[in-house]
């Protein structure tokens, strides 16, 4: 607890949230954008939270994910907007690899009513949602199952993908940095979602806007290896920049 109540109430939303615009956070405390604006520079100098362009989020480590649980919560409906826009998308009749991550969990939800897709996975949430499909086949990979997510990695993971060449992947990520790489936190899930990725011949990330300048420690691919990248706000600078040099179509969900 602090001296300033607000501020309390402040970081309690987005301890509940896990991210909030300055938009949000104003209009829920009832204070002016300026008075928000002040208060993240102070909880953020103070590290309590971490600021990004346009909003503040609960600060984030390197190595070390945010729990599943709790990022089954954060930003739950810019994932559904992803999801759909993705979905409208994905043609009937393709095959597709998705991978691990809630964002590609909400994609899922979204293509149960698909018609002819083969779809390969390393994430048994995926695998059990379109199940559900009377006409979707699902290829489960094997491997290793983490109990945290279950998601599948490891050797064995690598080489059931390399068996196959998929018209679309559709990858989630942790973090997107300004260099333009794209990084995961657990080697074995990098090296899988690699693999995913040269085996495809056009790959689609789904990404929120709480992914831009959030680090984690191991690069997975570079944003020129990405086809198109599905987002619910305009990037902000210097993405749009680096998305145009490296080629990738960005489609904003509304």
């Given amino acids: 607890m602090s001296a300033n109540p607000r501020l309390d109430q402040l970081v309690g939303e987005v301890r509940r949230q896990g991210s909030m615009s300055v938009e949000a956070l104003a209009d829920r405390l009832g204070v ?11 909880l953020a100098e103070q590290g309590v939270l971490s600021r990004y362009h346009g909003g503040v989020r609960l600060p984030s480590s390197t190595t070390e994910n945010i729990a599943y649980l ?7 409906d ?45 994430n048994l949430n995926v695998a059990a949602i379109l199940a559900d499909s009377a006409d979707c086949e699902v290829l489960v990979a094997g491997g290793v199952v983490r109990l945290r997510d279950h998601g599948i990695v490891g050797e064995t993971t690598v080489d059931f993908i390399r068996q196959f060449r998929v ?28 693999t995913i990725i040269a085996q495809s011949r056009e790959v689609w990330l789904a990404a929120d806007h709480s992914k831009f ?11 020129d290896q990405i086809d198109v990248l599905y987002t619910n706000a305009a990037p902000p600078p210097p993405y749009a920049t680096l998305l145009q040099e490296a080629g990738v179509q960005c489609v904003i969900a509304p």
């Fill in 32 to 42: 002016t954008l300026q008075t928000v604006r002040r208060d993240v520079k102070q």
């Fill in 70 to 76: 709790q990022r089954q919560l954060l930003n739950e």
């Fill in 78 to 122: 810019a994932k559904r907007a992803i999801a759909r826009e993705v979905a409208k998308a994905v043609p009937d009749g393709c095959s597709l690899i998705l991978n691990i991550g809630t964002t590609t969990e909400a994609i899922a939800r979204e293509l149960v009513r698909h018609r002819g897709l083969r779809v390969i996975t390393n």
């Fill in 167 to 194: 018209d679309l992947a559709v990858i989630g990520i942790s973090g997107i940095e300004q260099d333009g790489t794209l990084r995961d936190y657990d080697l074995r899930e990098v090296k899988v979602a690699q």
């Fill in 213 to 223: 300048d959030r680090r984690a420690m191991i690069e997975l691919a570079r944003l």
